[in-house]
T-cell receptor, first 114, second 115 residues
Framework: KAGVTQTPRYLIKTRGQQVTLSCSPI?????VSWYQQTPGQGLQFLFE???????NKGNFPGRFSGRQFSNSRSEMNVSTLELGDSALYLC?????????????FGPGTRLTVL | AQSVAQPEDQVNVAEGNPLTVKCTYS??????LFWYVQYPNRGLQFLLK????DNLVKGSYGFEAEFNKSQTSFHLKKPSALVSDSALYFC?????????????WGAGTKLIIKP
């Protein structure tokens, strides 16, 4: 099976702009989670979607939003970008909601805000 | 509240020596524990997980981890380190019975293997 894919891989934006990142999960996986990774804050959970419904949300401002489509593909959007939003954004998919499910990660999208 | 601690920011090991990356956890119920590795500019790769059963779990790339319930630890080990093992390692836990299903992540440990 193909792995988790994320597009684009690299993105450069300026402050105040908005950005949309895309994630295609492993075929058959219905759960998608998003993380922000920065050198200072480590790996921080953004949100998780299952069957087009947001199930969990991390402690991020409302500028960060996401959605999941019927084919399980997911997008996240960041509006009014700030310099501090520069980070590696990681998407992970898992089969479902079992506690024993493994999350499989994509390569990430490197976002730079100037 | 659930938590995971990786007490060492960085671990330095000589090539060929055994390596250990430490992880301790705190949960109320049964823990489900995971180890991941991240190479530079890449996503996280799954190494192994403990669900139940044998306390010694074998994973990818020759890594194994030992679950110790009394010490609430899940240390990652490898008998003989390779330079190519140099990477960032993350430990994560889910708690049995937690309806949120959320993975709780450690801060990561940078492993440096010197030739």
């Amino acid at each position: 099976k193909a792995g988790v894919t994320q597009t684009p891989r690299y993105l450069i934006k300026t402050r105040g702009q908005q950005v949309t990142l895309s994630c295609s999960p492993i075929s058959g996986h219905r759960s998608v989670s998003w993380y922000q990774q920065t050198p200072g804050q480590g790996l921080q959970f953004l949100f998780e979607y299952f069957s087009e419904t947001q199930r969990n949300k991390g402690n991020f401002p409302g500028r960060f939003s996401g959605r999941q489509f019927s084919n399980s593909r997911s997008e996240m959007n960041v509006s009014t970008l700030e310099l501090g939003d520069s980070a590696l954004y990681l998407c992970a998919s898992s089969p479902g909601l079992a506690l024993t499910d493994t999350q499989y990660f994509g390569p990430g999208t490197r976002l730079t805000v100037l | 509240a659930q938590s995971v601690a990786q007490p060492e920011d960085q671990v330095n090991v000589a090539e060929g020596n055994p390596l250990t990356v430490k992880c301790t956890y705190s949960v109320s119920g049964n823990p489900y524990l995971f180890w991941y590795v991240q190479y530079p500019n890449r996503g996280l790769q799954f190494l192994l997980k403990y669900i139940t059963g044998d306390n010694l779990v074998k994973g990818s790339y020759g890594f194994e981890a030992e679950f110790n319930k009394s010490q609430t630890s899940f240390h990652l080990k490898k008998p003989s380190a390779l330079v190519s093992d140099s990477a960032l390692y993350f430990c994560a836990v889910r708690e049995g019975g937690d309806s949120n299903y959320q993975l709780i992540w450690g801060a990561g440990t940078k492993l440096i293997i010197k030739p």
